[in-house]
C-alpha cells in the first residue's frame, strides 16, 4: 500500500488535510439499480474496494468482517429502492476505537470509497481533522472554524480523530461543546450528504459518549480496532518492505521479531506505525551504511537488502542490552 495521501494535522495552524474527492467519472453519484448483489457490487465497484481492504491489510478479521455487513446493508438499500420498497435512509455515521496506528484511518479511508460508490455521498473526499481543527481558542471563533471544515467534508466523509478531545469535562466553559452542538445538528438534518466518523482510544471513547448522549445516539455503527500481535506486526513489516522493493538479509526477519517484542513494552507503542516507523529507521541506517562504501559498485541486492544489523543498531536493544 502506498502511503497515506491525507495527513492529520498535528497543530491548531495547520489547515486540515483532505483526499480529493475521486475522478466523478469512476463512479456515478447514483448507482443504476441492478438486479443482483453482484450486479450492484460489480456497477458500483464495492467489490474492488472489499478485496483490496482484504488483501492489504493484515489481520483485523472482525473490522473486514463489519466493513462487508454494512456494504451488504448498503447494498441491499439499493436493490430496495430499486423494487419501490421503502427505505430508511440509514443513519451512517460511525465510530472506529482502538488504539494508535491500528489501522483506523486507513479502513475510514476504504470506508469513504465504498460510500461514494454506492452513491451515498455525492464526492467521497475525506476529512481528516483533530480538535484544534474545530475548536478556536477565543469565544466566537469555534463556530466558523467547525463549520468550514463541515463545508470541506460535506459530500464525503469527516473523520475526527481523538474525537473524545472536543468534551473537556474539567474546563467548564470549553469551546469544545460548541463544536459538539455544531456537528450533532449537521449529523442530524445533513446526513445525507455528510458521514461523520468517530476515532479514538476504547476507553476514551466509552465515557465520551457517556457524557454525550446525543451524539452517541446519532452513531449508527461502533467499530473496535483490535491491537496486532506480534506475527501480524511482523507480517505487516514484511508487506510494507515489499511494497518498497526491500526485502530482509539474513537473521534481519528474526532480529525484527526481537526488536518488535521489546518494542511494544516501551512507551508510545503505536502498533503498525511503530512498525513503519522502524522499517524507516532501518532504511535509514541501511543508507548510511552504503553510503559508508564509497567504492563499491552497489548491486541491486545491496540497494533493496535490510540487514540484521541495520535493525540491531535501534536503540530499543541498546535500552535492553
Ligand atoms: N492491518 C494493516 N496491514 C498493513 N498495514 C497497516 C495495517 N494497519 C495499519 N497499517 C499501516 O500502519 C500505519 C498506521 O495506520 P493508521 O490507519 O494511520 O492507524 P490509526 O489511524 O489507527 O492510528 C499506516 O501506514 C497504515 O498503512
Ligand atoms: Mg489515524
Redesign the pocket.
Known amino acids: 500500500?502506498n502511503?497515506?495521501l491525507y495527513a492529520i494535522p498535528g497543530s491548531s495552524a495547520a489547515a486540515p488535510v483532505s483526499t480529493p474527492a475521486p475522478a466523478s467519472a469512476a463512479a456515478p453519484p447514483n448507482v443504476p439499480p441492478g438486479r443482483t448483489v453482484a450486479e450492484v457490487l460489480a456497477q458500483s465497484q464495492v467489490e474492488a474496494v472489499l478485496d483490496e481492504l482484504e488483501r492489504?491489510?493484515?489481520?483485523?478479521a472482525p473490522v473486514k468482517q463489519r466493513v462487508r455487513d454494512i456494504a451488504a446493508l448498503l447494498v441491499v438499500d439499493r436493490l430496495r429502492t430499486a423494487q419501490g420498497l421503502p427505505t430508511a435512509n440509514p443513519s451512517l455515521h460511525m465510530c472506529?476505537t482502538?488504539?494508535?496506528?491500528?489501522?483506523?484511518?486507513?479502513?475510514?479511508l476504504r470506508m469513504a470509497q465504498i460510500l461514494h460508490r454506492l452513491g451515498y455521498v455525492r464526492q467521497g473526499q475525506m476529512v481528516a481533522v483533530t480538535r484544534d481543527d474545530l475548536v478556536g481558542s477565543y469565544i466566537g471563533h469555534t463556530g466558523p472554524k467547525t463549520k468550514e471544515v463541515l463545508k470541506k467534508a460535506m459530500g464525503g466523509v469527516l473523520f475526527i480523530?481523538e474525537a473524545y478531545t472536543l468534551y473537556r469535562p474539567e474546563n467548564e466553559r470549553d469551546y469544545g461543546q460548541e463544536a459538539i452542538e455544531i456537528l450533532l445538528q449537521v449529523m442530524e438534518n445533513q446526513r445525507d450528504d455528510l458521514v461523520v466518523i468517530l476515532?479514538g482510544y476504547a476507553d476514551r471513547m466509552d465515557s465520551f459518549f457517556r457524557c454525550n448522549p446525543g451524539l452517541s445516539s446519532r452513531i449508527a455503527h461502533h467499530l473496535g480496532?483490535p491491537d496486532?500481535s506480534q506475527a501480524?506486526l511482523l507480517?505487516?513489516a514484511e508487506?510494507?518492505l515489499a511494497q518498497l522493493q526491500y526485502g530482509f538479509g539474513p537473521g534481519a526477519r528474526e532480529a525484527l521479531a526481537q526488536y518488535l517484542e521489546l518494542r511494544v513494552q516501551q512507551p508510545h507503542f503505536?502498533?503498525?506505525?511503530s512498525?513503519?516507523n522502524a522499517l524507516d529507521r532501518a532504511r535509514l541506517r541501511q543508507a548510511s551504511r552504503l553510503f559508508g562504501e564509497r567504492d563499491r559498485a552497489l548491486s541491486r541486492d545491496d540497494l533493496s537488502t535490510i540487514t540484521q544489523a541495520d535493525i540491531r543498531a535501534s536503540r530499543v536493544f541498546a535500552a535492553n542490552a
Request: no cysteine; net charge positive; proline share 6%.
Open positions: 500500500m502511503r497515506p492489504d491489510l493484515v489481520g483485523l472506529f482502538g488504539n494508535p496506528g491500528t489501522g483506523k484511518t486507513t479502513v475510514a480523530d476515532a480496532f496486532y501480524e507480517q505487516i508487506r510494507m503505536a502498533n503498525a506505525r512498525v513503519r
